[in-house]
């Protein structure tokens, strides 16, 4: 086994909003991957729509920068625990990583869980402490409180002693002191080609890439991207494709082309050796988890188990009586297909067929996770309908077991009590209250995923604003028993038609609204949220009678409160369980399953 030396692979790992993205535009501009005049977009990393629009990373992305004649290798995770999955795949593809720590909120729970999988792997881990220029950082403390993670999940020796490095990513300057402001980040490129190991592996063995991610381009079809492992992997090689969960299923295939990563760039090669991450195409059917391997040792290489889901949801072909008016995929097959598409690049859904060939059930690692799919689906020009998300259960012993989650939650002092109460109806835990920095307490809970549903929207009102929730998947525990559905009924559009300020005026006496005059409505169509438990029907299109006589006075002008707009996240936490959301290109709609009254006033007698 020889060293690669030239070459560095390493992943940057955090909590969401802690500042990994930000710390890899740095890496690149200092390490001159771009023109000084040259134009780039902030969190140049995060190149999806949704991802700048949400600010937050949602996909593992590759970038390379050169530092000193060494090439450094660095995957950009996403800091969300709904897609902890693409943490746990790319993490074997690295041999070190740097931790991202915020110096004032210290570790959160998505840290504890990819700091957990950096650990399992005994990755070298290089902590950096980042937003040290906050006027509330508290650099000292939050090291200590690494270091008692660290112990908390049974580090080694070795990685009791990982450096630490402090930063402001933003302003683009990293020291080993934390009262120090460097000059850029030359600190931080240090430690990472000290610290973390250079590759391993025999160059003149058989050929063995791993697969760790997908992508796709218009002009090259699916391109795989891997690491190689063993052995030189050049262009125009005919090599074994065979999967550890199917090692029967092997076919040969040839390297059409070969790229590694140079910037936000692929680099065209000839052939690539050992330690290097490649990209590769030419191979049609080549999937997340396959391993390249010469014909005369065609063995797959182990790849990581992903966590299994929590949630899951039906989607369905859209039968409202405005289906097909504003999507242009509209079919069961062509939703089937999109949906099963999906399975090639994210290792953390499932996608099931049902008895019935318009209903399939989508699981996923969280509500976000789901609601990322739906939305990429709708931009996509697919019109469908979903159903409300229920937790998976597990049969353990005989006794049923449902998915628990940590939940971390900062707000002021003024909202404990709301926000203790509120978990506590959700049959939730409180494990510890502690006063945290800047006037703020630091709650932590332990409570069924299911009692999370609807509850993110209600936290923000509850609230104002103030308060930050933070969850995380806990494993599985006893049924905690039942959770009170949610306490106000729904308004439902007693007509098809249009919404008129008149009817919509004497409809927001019962609740709020959804919708705003002018839109299109259907009977059995959600438009607002009754303020009393149970549903009611309303006329939203009832137009005032005309009549032939004029009045000594001016009608007073109609005075509407604003329409609550829901957000497809509020949408899917809305819903209960005889409600479907229609997603359609340009609507969110809530309907009933059963439109007719009288069918549902005949469903609810059974």
């Known amino acids: 086994m020889t060293e690669n030396g030239n070459i560095r692979n390493i992943a940057i790992i955090a909590h969401v909003d802690h500042g990994k993205t930000t710390l890899v535009d740095q890496l690149l501009w200092q390490s001159g991957a771009f023109r000084q005049n040259q134009s780039v977009a902030e969190r140049v990393m995060d190149s999806g729509d949704l991802e700048r629009e949400r600010g937050i990373t949602i ?6 920068v050169q530092f000193e004649g060494t090439k450094i290798n660095i995957v950009d995770t996403p800091g969300h625990a709904d897609f902890g999955g693409e943490v746990e795949r790319v993490l074997k593809m690295v041999d070190g990583v740097v931790l991202v720590v915020d110096a004032f909120e210290g570790p959160m729970p998505q840290t504890k869980f990819v700091l957990k999988n950096a650990l399992d792997l005994n990755l070298p881990i290089v902590c950096c402490v980042n937003k040290v220029d906050r006027p509330e950082a508290r650099p000292a403390e939050v090291v200590d409180e690494v270091l008692e993670l660290f112990m908390e999940l049974d580090a080694s020796e070795a990685q009791l002693d990982s450096p630490f490095i402090y930063a402001s990513a933003k302003k683009g300057w990293a020291s080993a002191e934390p009262t120090d402001e460097g000059k850029g980040m030359q600190p931080l490129f240090n430690a990472l080609i000290e610290y973390i190991p250079a590759p391993t592996g ?19 079809g699916r391109i795989g991207i891997g690491r190689v492992v063993n052995g030189t992997t050049r262009v125009n090689d005919t090599l074994t494709i065979v999967n550890v969960h199917e090692p029967e299923n092997q076919k040969t295939v040839k390297i059409s082309k070969l790229y590694v990563f140079s910037g936000l760039e692929r680099e065209e090669v000839t052939e690539a050796s050992v330690g290097s991450i490649i990209a590769i195409t030419g191979i049609p059917e080549i999937k997340i988890g396959d391993t390249l391997c010469s014909p005369e040792d065609p063995t797959p290489l182990p790849f990581s188990k ?3 889901p929590t949630l899951t949801m039906n989607f369905m072909v859209n039968d409202s009586p405005f289906a097909g008016k504003e999507g242009k995929f509209l079919t069961s097959r062509q939703v089937r297909e999109r949906l099963y598409k999906e399975l090639n690049t994210d290792v953390s859904l499932r996608v099931e067929d049902t008895e019935s060939t318009e209903i399939f059930k989508v699981s996923g690692r969280g509500e976000l996770h789901l609601s990322i799919l739906i939305e990429t689906m709708r931009r996509e020009g697919y019109e469908f309908q979903v159903s409300k998300p229920t937790v998976l259960y597990k049969e353990v012993n005989g006794e049923r077991h449902e998915p628990m989650e940590a939940v971390t939650i900062d707000v002021p002092e003024d909202f404990t009590g709301v926000v203790i109460q509120k978990l506590g109806s959700r049959r939730g835990e409180m494990l510890q209250m502690a006063q945290s920095k800047g006037g703020y307490t630091r709650l932590d809970f332990s ?4 009692g999370l549903i609807g509850y993110r929207s ?14 995380l998947f806990d494993g599985y525990a006893p049924y905690k028993g039942d959770i009170p559905e949610r306490p106000q009924g729904s308004l439902i559009s007693f007509e098809t038609g249009k919404a008129v300020p008149y009817g919509m005026y004497n409809a927001q006496e019962r609740g709020s609204l959804f919708v705003v005059p002018g839109i299109q409505v259907y009977t059995g169509m959600v438009v607002g949220r009754n303020a009393r438990s149970g549903d009611m029907e309303v006329n939203i299109c009832k137009q005032k009678k005309l009549l032939n006589v004029r009045a000594a006075g001016k009608d007073e002008a109609l005075r509407l409160v604003p329409a609550e707009i829901l957000s497809l996240e509020q949408c899917l936490e809305f819903i209960t369980e005889d409600e479907l959301v229609e997603v359609t290109p340009e609507n969110l709609r809530i309907r009933k399953k059963l439109l007719d009254s009288n069918q549902r006033q005949r469903a609810n007698k059974k």
């Open 59 to 64: 996909l593992a992305k590759n970038t390379s």
């Open 202 to 220: 025999d160059p003149s063995a058989h050929t063995k890439a791993l697969i760790y991610n997908i992508d796709y381009s218009s002009y090259l």
């Open 306 to 308: 992903i966590s299994e």
């Open 447 to 450: 409570i069924p995923a299911r």
């Open 458 to 471: 209600e936290f923000l009102t509850d609230t104002k604003g103030n308060g930050i929730i933070n969850t």
